[in-house]
């Protein structure tokens, strides 16, 4: 017969508990780390990218400072169609020199730029030196940079800034796409790790188990001697052979006493006397085979019975002294006639 157990109960549940809480953290720890290295992988790709084309402006500027080779640079820089905006403004005045949106040049950025492009530029504006600056919103990453290029109004070196509006989607799809592989091998293995927990469990631990509880279980149920068939030499097999050896012993004192107890019957049914044993409610625990004999009755019907169901109103009151006195704590030895039932 099997066990079903509760699943909460369940030794395979409160093993198996740990193990997935502690796999789940890992996924969780390795998710946040690779999200992590993905904003990584994001950054410098994106960093790339505004280098080359910060550089590429800055030669081309200096090589030929016309304000039509210039605009040319921008558009077929801007072509990249990951480029949102890409701008040359003088430092100074704030002033569109060259854009990708050509009705933005000869304007102030404040007027034709955006809250973030503002921001950066004004913060950039604030720094007195030259240097680099960077924020970002939503999917779009913003630099500038600033450049040293000859203004041909005056005819010497100016300092300008670069602004780039970049837009990051397409490369956070291609780091992700590069690190799915990797998450997904991941998952993989902890999946397998825990089913090949769960199975090792279920053959060296939760299967002998379950044959335990289903064999005492038929040992309660039969007569017979059931024992353990488990040969392993680790503590699981111990604990088999200590049960083993264990019902093997009671079992054995179990036939002493059927041994015992039928020679004991076989002498008190022989004795030519009735033998009995009552308890201190006058009620009959015990008769021997004689009582069946003389009072034509079987010998369990006795058990439990009043004293006086089979000795009579008449009898009873006779020896009703004598009861009492044993029951009190003495030693009482008597005789008396009692007819049988039938009258002899």
Known sequence: MSVKRPASLSLSFKLNIPIVVCCCLILFI???LTYYKLQQLIQNE????????????????????????????????????????LSLIDFNTGIVVADNHQEYIGQKLYKVGNEHENALFAHHQAKSHFTTSSSQSDNIYY?????NLVNVDISRLSRYT????????????RAQTDLLPFIS??????IVT?????WVQRKILLQPICQFINTIDSQKASESLIKIDIKNKDELGQLAASYNQLIQERSEKEQLLAEARQYIDGVTDNVPVLLAYVDSEQRYQFVNKNYERWFDIPTEKFIDKHLSNSLGNKVYELVLPYIEAVLSGEQVSFEFQMPFPNGA
Do not use: C, M, W
């Open 46 to 85: 994106i960093t790339r990218e505004s280098r080359y084309i910060t550089d590429t402006l800055s030669i081309s500027a200096e090589l030929n400072y016309s304000p039509v080779y210039i605009r040319g640079i921008i558009q077929s820089i801007a072509a990249n169609k990951n480029i949102d905006h």
């Open 185 to 190: 091998t991941i998952s993989l293995l902890l």
């Open 30 to 32: 390795v998710l946040g």
């Open 162 to 173: 670069i602004l780039l509006a970049y837009d990051k989607s397409e490369a956070f799809y």
């Open 143 to 147: 630099q500038t940079v600033d450049v």
């Open 194 to 198: 825990l089913l090949i927990i769960y």
